[in-house]
């Protein structure tokens, strides 16, 4: 351990993913130098980096310690990859961490690891881009394949990066974690493929039709607070403010449950 208490092999962990997403990035870098966009596509990628951002700045709880959240930028990073290229989606998403990470005045070296997990992330979800070929045509079945598949692959690189960094600094293995993540947030993900998948859709249809993407964002966040919320109240009801040991409701619900499961 050094004074910050984290484990030597962390510093390496983090500095080879570092490795491999530098490289990542330079090249998107390079990319867009050499093939600078219209302006017709600077002003999609710039609008859907405000989304990425604004949804990086506000995070989704997933459970009551606040400890797992969500980032509704996954929809817009992985729609930004299906319609405007790899190069854009990967400057947005490490861009998006970068500065919410700073407003939120996050240590450097944790806001260095998560923008280089989220910039391998985005060029995972290209993959079905580099097997297929651009997405071409605004076929709605083909962009949802795209975005299920470049979905998959961005929350598979994003979970076993960050999973391996949390077993080296809590000494868990490795499997466990990545369970216990999948079942937390798997479901949210999911959810967030369609929403891409809706996205890119109506974007490749008319822009102006993305404002019809507000609804079902909004409706997804009101719930998820709302879920999270109950969570809350329900654990404070349960739970003695002064020990944290469950009170005389939580021995009665507990009870009645047990009751049901003999009776069942």
Not at 16 to 23: E, H, K
Not at 169 to 196: E, T, Y
Request: charged fraction near 15%.
């Amino acid at each position: 351990m050094n004074r910050l208490g984290y484990p030597p092999r962390l510093y390496l962990y983090i500095g080879a993913v570092l490795g491999v997403a530098v490289p990542v990035v330079a090249g998107a870098l390079v990319s867009l130098v050499l093939a600078p966009p219209d302006l017709s596509t600077a002003v999609g990628v710039l609008l859907f980096f405000g989304l990425v951002l604004l949804a990086d700045m506000k995070p989704v709880p997933l459970d009551v310690e606040n400890e797992r959240v969500v980032s509704l930028a996954f929809v817009f990073v992985v729609a930004s990859q299906i319609l405007f290229g790899w190069e854009y989606a990967v400057l947005s998403a490490v861009a998006g961490v970068l500065v919410s990470q700073l407003v939120e005045r996050r240590p450097p070296l944790r806001s260095l690891f998560n923008g280089a997990v989220y910039g391998l992330a985005a060029f995972a979800s290209a993959l079905p881009t580099f097997l297929l070929g651009s997405a071409g045509d605004p076929d709605p079945l083909r962009l949802t394949l795209y975005a299920f598949v470049g979905g998959a692959a961005y929350v598979a690189v994003n979970v076993v990066l960050v999973c391996g960094a949390l077993a080296i600094v809590q000494g868990a293995p490795l499997g466990a974690l990545l369970r216990d993540n999948i079942r937390h947030s798997g479901p949210a993900f999911v959810i967030m493929a369609f929403l891409a998948a809706l996205a890119a859709s109506l974007w490749a249809t008319d822009p102006r039709l993305l404002v019809l993407l507000a609804g079902p964002l909004f409706t997804l966040t009101l719930y998820q607070r709302t879920a999270h919320s109950t969570k809350v109240a329900t654990r404070d009801a349960l739970t003695d403010s002064l020990t944290g040991l469950g009170n005389h409701r939580s021995y009665q619900t507990r009870l009645r449950e047990a009751l049901e499961r003999a009776r069942e």
